[in-house]
T-cell receptor
Framework: DAGVTQSPTHLIKTRGQQVTLRCSPI?????VSWYQQVLGQGPQFIFQ???????GRGNFPDRFSARQFPNYSSELNVNALLLGDSALYLC????????????????FGEGSRLTVL | AQRVTQPEKLLSVFKGAPVELKCNYS??????LFWYVQYSRQRLQLLLR??SRESIKGFTADLNKGETSFHLKKPFAQEEDSAMYYC??????????????FGQGTILTVHP
């Protein structure tokens, strides 16, 4: 198993543009979360999706949106990019059964590094 | 609001010395706390969780509700312990269900 995979690994955008980041969870995992990690800080929670529904949302503006597909992969969209959106965007997945329910163990991808110029 | 504080951005010790990475939290409910680690060129991964009361790679962490702390300790540090360590708090309910709140992280360097 390749683990959580994210694409693209690096990308450069200009202010005002839109970006879509993609994530494939570990096979069998039904929950996907997105985190933003700005240089020098810990990851910050953006969204959690489970069974294609949004289950949690962090303190991010409406420019940030996400969705989860029937195969449990996910996309994060950011519109009207600002310089401050430059960050590493991490996707994480977890299993969800009686044993794993809300244990807090997330399996992270390597991230998509977004630079906004 | 829940918060996790790691007061030390950098921590340096020599091989064989004890190490303690500090973590303090604020949370109104019953906390579930974790330590995540990121080794050089690797992805972020779980090191240990307080509910398991386990020792992983020689590390232990005890939840102290009175002091709202969850410090990570190892009696004899090894060079391979050099990494970035994050303390994290799980939100178990509400609109942020499943959210992990991370501290800013501590870079541990173990010198030979």
């Amino acid at each position: 198993d390749a683990g959580v995979t994210q694409s693209p690994t690096h990308l450069i955008k200009t202010r005002g543009q839109q970006v879509t980041l993609r994530c494939s969870p570990i096979s069998g995992h039904k929950s996907v979360s997105w985190y933003q990690q700005v240089l020098g800080q810990g990851p910050q929670f953006i969204f959690q999706y489970y069974e294609k529904e949004e289950r949690g949302r962090g303190n991010f503006p409406d420019r940030f949106s996400a969705r989860q597909f029937p195969n449990y992969s996910s996309e994060l969209n950011v519109n009207a990019l600002l310089l401050g959106d430059s960050a590493l965007y991490l996707c994480a997945s977890k299993g969800w059964d009686r044993r794993d329910s809300n244990t807090g163990e997330l399996f992270f991808g390597e991230g998509s590094r977004l630079t906004v110029l | 609001a829940q918060r996790v504080t790691q007061p030390e951005k950098l921590l340096s010790v020599f091989k064989g010395a004890p190490v303690e990475l500090k973590c303090n939290y604020s949370y109104s409910g019953s906390p579930e706390l974790f330590w995540y680690v990121q080794y050089s060129r690797q992805r972020l991964q779980l090191l240990l969780r307080h509910i398991s009361r386990e020792s992983i790679k020689g590390f232990t962490a005890d939840l102290n509700k009175g002091e709202t702390s969850f410090h990570l300790k190892k009696p004899f540090a090894q060079e391979e312990d050099s990494a970035m360590y994050y303390c994290a708090l799980l939100n178990a309910g509400g609109t942020s269900y499943g959210k992990l709140t991370f501290g800013q992280g501590t870079i541990l360097t173990v010198h030979p």
